[in-house]
């Protein structure tokens, strides 16, 4: 005899389609014009920013760059549901979220510029810096969810990583701990469907992502990755959960990677145009503006305003950035311990014995 | 009197951080109410709790990454991580990310941690539960590497890595857990992280040692006592950062140097000792460095594990060696 011990089913949550009309009521906070120019601004802001660094790396004043283009609504969304005293723990293609909680343009050009100072956020001091290998960020937020959980607050944490990196044991434990401990923590895939060359149907053959969070015990929910309302409702309501002690969520959210994986990275080897363009049709700008100016809270005037401050903004970054001294090499040294070992000050007086 | 076996002291020095610094969790897989497979955590559920006692799910990697997040909250977390062969699980999370947040933030999170695993063979244990990893991990910028090797020592050095604002990895030669019991009590002071020690003094040869090889040594310095020929016996204790000084300031006395490491030659801790000498002492030299360690092959299961631990008699019979050189 058999019977049916579990049932499981995953839902796909959109608020907003590729044509800027709603999909019945929308939550209330975006009832409010107001918060969704500023999801509007937010995104059009990480788009300004993706494009400068890119530029940037073009012309050889940039390091390797990760591009956001098309995903700027699971940054973007996720941050404006968290609070301040929340701690984010990134991939490396939230820069939207990144910049939503105040890390800094000139912090985000210094790390992809190769100095290690713009991982020092002035702003969110508690935030992980852009984790590179992929997944190994997910246990991390486990932990600061525990330590949250262990000093009674009502603080949780949110990390994401990319399609690629549900496939990794880290993802896989970090769910494990999540579920078993109740943490109060959101783990948002951010699934823009390419790891790298591999597209998201030979990454594995679950019919979605968000399903990895059954098998830990916790709910997983799909959302469109580019409906910034249905993000940031989604993370907004499993945020909610965690603070109130009901556990762990996991959400993906369904993008596409409209550019290359990397600038180091050319995507014609492996996809080609056909792929591509539908994407354009769906990605998250468009659809919000289209929105905002039918409800006429949204100009031509204030776009060209909008998109003027960013470049003036992204172009003061540049400078900033751009008239930043390299750090001394001792700081090599300085910041490997607490305190420099003896062993360690000999080989740093031998490496800086040359410098001023 | 507070007599103590290495894995007592191992438990006292933990218990105390505990008492001292509520920021001091334990986790690891079966610490708890199992009190740890080595009995390493006994007690210290029913004394500080659960929430500060965690026993976690069966995950390497997730226990040291959770350990790093923890960390950059503020705790203290001390990770067990069970048997030697399943640290590899975790090395990515000590590489990539404990003993690199410091600096990759500027100093803005930071990692106060301790892995703490058993090392070496010697306890007729199943396979994977045998090797000597220290080497792997003293290559790692950022990492404090500490293997104990008598009761009061690893008290004193378990107490200030727990201390020390970086992570740790402090190895546990499981052969000693129960080899021995030594005065160890609960107010003694933490040990310098820095430093190694001078065992036994001698003039004729220096024994380098750490680990579960540091009684190997003694037992030859013994042996060879009776053919007169004295030998300086040092416990590295700390490989990393490795107390250089003290070496060369014994080699400088003795002419002559023996490194003695249960771990397999090639690119062992060994070598680097060997070239640090090689690269400052010398012209102290009277004989070639000899190293005396396990071989260049998997570490056999239990019924040949003897054959492949340096033994005393290896150990003499290289000084003999030395001796005869020059």
Known sequence: METVVARFEIRHRRHLGPDGVPAGDLPAFARDPAELVALYRGMVRTRAFDQKAVALQRTGRLGTYASSLGQEAVAVGLAAAMRPDDVFVPAFREHGAQLWRGVTMRELLLYWGGDERGSNFAGPRQDFPVNVPVGSQAPHAAGVALAMRLHGEDRAVVCAFGDGATSKGDVAEALVFAGVWSLPVVFVVNNNQWAISVPRRAQTAAETLAQKAIAAGIPGMQVDGNDVIAVRDAVAEALARARSGGGATVVEAVTYRLGDHTTADDARRYRDDAEVSPHWREEPLPRLRTYLTSLGAWTKAQEDALLAQCRAEVDQAEADYLATPPQDLASIFDHTFAVLPAELARQKAEATGDEP | ?326
């Open chain 2, 1 to 326: 009197m507070t007599e103590r076996t290495l894995v007592q002291a191992v438990n006292a020095a933990m218990a105390r951080a505990m008492a001292e610094d509520p920021a001091v969790l334990v986790v690891g897989e079966d610490v708890g109410t199992d009190g740890g497979v080595f009995r390493a955590t006994e007690g210290l559920l029913g004394r500080f709790g659960p929430q500060r006692v965690i026993d976690t799910p069966l995950a390497e990697a997730g226990i040291a990454g959770l350990a790093v997040g923890l960390a950059a909250q503020g705790f203290r977390p001390v990770a067990e991580i069970q048997f030697t062969g399943f640290i590899y699980a975790a090395l990515d999370q000590v590489v990539n990310h404990a003993a690199r947040l410091r600096t990759r933030t500027r100093g803005r999170l930071t990692c106060p941690l301790v892995i703490r695993a058993p090392t070496g063979g010697g306890v007729r244990a199943p396979e994977h539960h045998s090797e000597s990893p220290e080497a792997m991990f003293a290559h790692i910028p950022g990492l404090r590497v500490v293997v104990a090797s008598s009761p009061a020592r690893a008290f004193g050095l378990l107490l200030a890595a727990i201390r020390d604002p970086d992570p740790v990895l402090f190895l546990e030669p499981t052969r000693l857990y129960r080899a021995v019991r030594e005065e160890v009590p609960d107010d003694a002071p933490p040990l310098p992280l820095d430093r190694a020690f001078v065992l036994r003094e001698g003039t004729d040869a220096t024994l380098v040692a750490w680990g579960g090889m540091v009684p190997e040594a003694l037992a030859a310095a013994e042996a060879l006592e009776k053919e007169d020929v004295s030998c300086e016996v040092i416990d590295l204790a700390t490989l990393k950062p490795l107390d250089e000084e003290t070496i060369l300031a014994s080699v400088a006395r003795t002419g002559r140097l023996v490194v003695v490491q249960e771990a397999p030659l090639t690119a062992g801790f060994g070598a680097e000792v060997a070239a640090r000498v090689a690269e400052r002492g010398l012209m102290s030299l009277r004989a070639p460095v000899r190293r005396v360690t396990g071989w260049d092959t998997v570490m056999p299961l239990l019924r040949l594990e003897q054959r492949y631990i340096p033994s005393a008699a290896r150990i003499a019979a290289a000084v003999r060696d030395a001796m005869a050189f020059a």
